[in-house]
């Protein structure tokens, strides 16, 4: 029931549009014009009239008249049926040789089956017209000839069609289930696969046959098709096309026929594609959400509330109160939500959070890469004393391209796959610092060779899929050192890497920061990583930054509840294997959906009416740590991550539910 | 660093490796092996259906072909001539020989070799189709690039829909029918250029068109959608943390990846193309292959019809492999991966 409910709400969805309106009322026209075309105008399309041949448009006929005088309108909407029929004739015969063919693979199986999907794949690859010029010739020339023509040119395509759509269905568990049950091949064929590709065939025969007519008339047009006395609309265009400068109306008649019927098929079948397979976003205008809205005032950042000191000389990233918005479908988002940190000159600084908390953002922000759908807001956001909320220059440009890098988190996916390495690191030296390409390249293949990419100069000349993981990560740390960085970026560098590479890569992060006093800012879900590598931490939630602490105190000094549970959720050395790793109970904050009050109250032991009324500010306390938390500090109840001595709670609760700490 | 030390198939791709695998080792000849040996099947096919065509005509070709009035000892000597007598093994061995030494055989009308029919014809079509896929092809890619970093996320989608609509409703309307709107508007009503022959360089104008604006549409289409998707992957947000300028992110990062994609598909429109000259060539009196195909179809002029389905079908299969190949060099991981 729900299902035929949907269904005939995609269908008036499909109708709604102004396209699929269109081509539907066309539709209808043409099916009313085959079934009473000839019936109405048979006589006067038949009516010969010698005195008026070759006529122009004239109030008795409209399009003028043909060369024995007959009315080239009537003649038009009476061919109507024989062409319909025709197209509908070869469009059956594609599709019924296309599902015997594409279905033959499964059927046969093995050698056989190989071997006629082969063959489809070379029948495919010759354009449908020579196939039927092939065709037209085994078959003779005339209707029956060009309706086999037609149609067995238009077979391959269903063919592939079928054998896909076959393959997609006889994957599924219930089609496996049936086979091992011993069910025969043409039985789930047949019970089960059919009926689920029908649908999809439908609509392509629908776009197919609009592809049927206009083959037909290209066949008709060209004398193959359609012989006299009988016409169609393809033989009426031949006839008018010879008396073109004589009467236009001749062929622009059976032509616009031609066309309109070909684009109602088309843009019909497009339209159905279109409303039963992807749903169409609809550019509605930005409503704000009322309960967000809320949500935002409430929890604005308070200026100088915890901020830190006023940026010392040292400092070499200074963010104050930035925010990242996205337009959605209903309103907008606020992934980040006021963040604000400074990184000094050598310093490393960790942001660690779950995923959704905005980290990722928070790092592509502060380097300008927000995609250019998300607003990107600050009260400050200076990198080496460069506003970084100002417009695009050519010279912020070339100050960020040279002195800040950016390591992304997939190394598989973050190189231009038809662009030599070498090349893609010699480009930040041919853009930014004047270098010629053999200069650039040169410094490419040294700094290349500076992160251990073993005989350089060669590895320099291979395209990305060449490189192992790894290497690829050491390659994007090299391409930040193309320039004179002074701040790295490194978005979860290690997370997409093998255990054994990881450490390579944070050793190499490492090195690089105490050789050039260069500042970096890890973002990672992982907190060990995150205390290994930096000097300070900062711990984000629901957009926000929770707390703001030592690497070296994270263990011992935390004050904020959801830190403390990111500690203790990390297993150790004498951590019980036996005991299931321990977890923090709830999700994570949706941040199209975020609550009043402190967002971490829901999952939080210690959260009282206050927290849930009203957000924290970030405060900063005398040794230069902050924290968000109206109970910083307070001792937990006991335990915090629970584990196996407090299972009861959890088993209730769904897998999902449990939010894993690395 | 493990990695490195074995010898894999990524080593095996530099030309200057010090322990350089042999050189039918490397991926391009592998590949290049593979593709030959692909097109020799598909030639090997379509020789053979072109052979098979005469003799799935139902009755006897040549009767056929002089007609019910002509003498018996006439269709019994052409008969001989094309060999038709023998048995079917011989006739292909001889057909195969023949195409070996450039014998296409003799037309049954005009008695001339076939050869120096197709030979006549084919400069004329080949220009038609040449000028007309370099023309869609110049038209598609600047529109589609455009409208793709017009319409990338977040942006345009009031230009996005009537683009798309506009070229759904340009790619549907079939060459010849464009052809005759174009003879009508430019030949007939504004009487600028000629809608006949090839004897002028204006005479291309009006055929080229016609069979471009079709394909240049889908291309165009194509182009926008992979330049959408593009500018959405991870090497492009490298790109821009390297801060080049939009343009060469749009162009030199952008462009040949998206380019990539389109050339599966843009390779099936170029051979749709070759055979789009039969249709746009009998509008425009053009002296080609595809208008003499036609008349020798409806003459059952059956050698002649067979030699140019030939062409064709080399055609469409020449294309297809000059694909495949700039394919390999567009995106080099294409040699490796495909089987």
């Not at chain 1, 007959?70 to 009476?78: E, K, P, W, Y």
């Not at chain 1, 992060?509 to 800012?521: F, M, P, Q, T």
């Not at chain 2, 890619?141 to 230009?159: D, I, M, N, Y």
Request: with cysteine; charged share 15%.
């Amino acid at each position: 029931m729900a299902s035929d409910h949907g269904r005939a709400r995609r269908w008036r969805g499909v109708l709604t549009t102004p396209v699929g309106l269109t081509a539907a009322v066309l539709l209808v026209a043409v099916a009313v014009l085959t079934v009473l075309g000839p019936v109405l105008w048979g006589t006067s399309a038949d009516a010969v009239d010698t005195r008026d041949v070759l006529a122009t448009p004239s109030p008795e006929h409209w399009a003028g008249t043909d060369n024995l005088g007959r009315d080239i309108l009537a003649r038009t909407l009476v061919a109507t049926r024989l062409s319909m029929v025709l197209a509908v004739c070869a469009i059956t015969v594609a599709v019924a040789a296309g599902l015997l063919l594409g279905a033959a693979p499964y059927l046969l199986g093995g050698r056989a089956g190989r071997l006629v999907s082969a063959a489809v794949n070379v029948a495919v690859a010759f354009p449908g017209l020579l196939l039927a010029l092939f065709f037209a010739v085994v078959f003779g020339v005339g209707a029956t000839g060009a309706v086999m023509a037609v149609g067995l040119a238009g077979a391959p395509v269903f063919a592939r069609l079928t054998q896909t759509l076959v393959a997609q269905v006889a994957g599924r568990d219930y089609v496996s289930a049936a086979r091992v049950a011993g069910v025969g091949r043409l039985r789930i064929l047949l019970r089960h696969v059919l009926p689920n590709i029908a649908e999809p065939l439908v609509v392509n025969a629908t776009i197919g046959a609009g592809g049927a007519l206009l083959a037909f008339s290209g066949l008709s047009f060209l004398g193959l098709g359609v012989q006299s006395p009988a016409y169609d609309w393809g033989r009426l265009l031949y006839d008018g096309i010879s008396a073109i400068y004589v009467n236009p109306a001749a062929a622009l008649a059976p032509g616009l026929a031609v066309l309109l019927a070909g684009l109602a098929f088309n843009l019909f079948g497009e339209s159905v594609a279109k409303g039963f397979g992807v749903p169409v976003l609809v550019g509605a205008p930005e409503l704000r959400s009322r309960g967000r809205a809320a949500a935002a005032a409430a929890d604005a950042p308070t200026g100088t509330d915890g901020d830190p000191d006023e940026a010392a000389d040292d400092v070499v990233l200074e963010v104050r109160d930035l925010e990242v918005v996205f337009p959605t479908a209903t309103g907008t988002v606020r992934p980040v939500r006021g963040v604000s940190f400074d990184v000094r000159r050598g310093e490393a600084v960790g942001v660690v959070g779950e995923s959704g908390s905005g980290k990722s953002l928070t790092a592509l922000a502060v380097s300008r890469l927000v995609s250019e759908d998300g607003t990107v807001r600050a009260g400050r956001l200076r990198f080496l004393d460069q506003d970084l909320t100002a417009p695009d220059s050519p010279a912020l440009r070339r100050m960020l391209g040279t002195s800040l890098a950016m390591v992304f988190q997939d190394p598989m996916t973050s190189f231009n796959p038809t662009r030599r390495i070498g090349r893609q690191l010699a480009e930040v030296a041919t853009e930014h610092q004047g270098l010629g390409r053999a200069e650039a390249l040169g410094r490419a293949v040294d700094r290349l060779d500076s992160v251990r990419i073993p005989d350089a100069g060669r590895r320099a000349r291979q395209y990305p899929h060449e490189f192992s993981g790894g290497m690829r990560q050491r390659a994007m740390i090299g391409m930040g050192l193309m320039g004179t960085p002074s701040l790295v970026v490194a978005d979860e560098p290690t997370t997409a890497l093998d255990v054994t590479v990881q450490q390579q890569v944070l050793d190499l992060l490492a090195e690089i920061r105490a050789a050039d006093d260069v500042a970096l800012v890890l973002i990672s879900h992982d907190v060990t990583v995150v205390a290994e590598v930096c000097d300070r931490v900062l711990v984000m939630y629901a957009g926000r930054i929770v707390e703001d602490v030592s690497a070296a105190g994270l263990a011992t000094r935390a004050q904020h509840p959801y830190t403390r549970a990111l500690v203790a959720a990390v297993p150790h050395m004498d951590t019980d294997l036996d005991q299931p790793l321990a977890t923090i109970p709830g999700r994570p904050v949706d941040p199209a959906e975020v609550p009043a009050g402190c967002a971490y109250a829901a999952r939080c032991p210690l959260a009282d009416a206050r927290c849930r009324a009203e957000d924290p500010p970030l405060v900063a306390a005398v040794d230069g740590s902050r924290v968000a938390c109206w109970h910083a500090g307070e001792p937990l109840p006991d335990p915090v991550v629970r584990t196996a001595e407090d299972r009861t709670g959890l088993d209730a609760l769904d897998a999902d539910e449990l939010v894993e700490a690395p | 660093m493990t990695t490195t030390s074995t010898p894999t198939l990524a080593d095996a791709a530099s030309t200057s490796a010090a322990a350089a695998p042999r050189w039918w080792e490397q991926p391009w000849v592998l590949f290049a092996a593979r593709r030959a040996l692909r097109l020799l099947v598909s030639v090997w096919v379509l020789v053979t259906a072109s052979f098979a065509m005469i003799h799935l005509i139902p009755g006897d070709p040549v009767r056929g072909a002089l007609g019910p009035t002509a003498p018996a000892a006439l269709v019994e000597a052409r008969r001989t001539a094309l060999g038709l007598d023998d048995p079917l093994p011989v006739q292909y061995l001889h057909y195969l020989q023949g195409l070996f030494t450039g014998d296409l055989g003799t037309s049954l009308i005009s008695q001339l070799p076939v050869v120096d029919v197709v030979g006549q014809r084919l400069p004329a079509t080949l220009a038609l189709a040449v000028l007309a896929f370099l023309a869609s092809v110049a038209v598609a890619v600047p529109l589609g690039t455009l409208l793709g970093v017009l319409t990338r996320r977040g942006h345009g989608r009031r230009t996005e829909l009537a683009f798309t609509t506009t070229s759904i409703v340009v790619a549907t309307v079939p060459d010849f029918l464009i052809g005759v709107a174009l003879v009508y508007v430019f030949g007939v009503e504004l009487g600028w250029l000629p809608v006949a022959g090839n004897a002028s360089a204006e005479a291309y104008v009006l055929p080229v068109l016609s069979l471009s604006i079709g394909p240049a549409a889908i291309l165009a289409r194509i182009v926008r959608v992979e330049m959408v998707t593009v500018l959405e992957a991870d090497y492009i947000r490298t790109a821009r943390a390297k801060r080049l300028r939009a343009r060469r992110i749009h162009l030199r990062h952008a462009l040949p990846n998206a380019l990539t994609s389109a050339l599966t598909l843009g390779g099936l429109l170029l051979g749709s193309m070759v055979a789009g000259t039969v249709l746009v060539e009998n509008v425009f009196a053009w002296p080609g292959l595809g208008s003499t195909i036609v008349s020798s179809i409806l003459n059952k002029d059956y050698p002649v019809v067979q030699a140019i389905v030939l062409v064709y079908g080399l055609g469409v299969l020449l294309v297809n492999t000059a694909v495949d190949v700039s394919l390999a060099l567009l995106d080099p991981r294409s040699m490796i991966r495909e089987g």
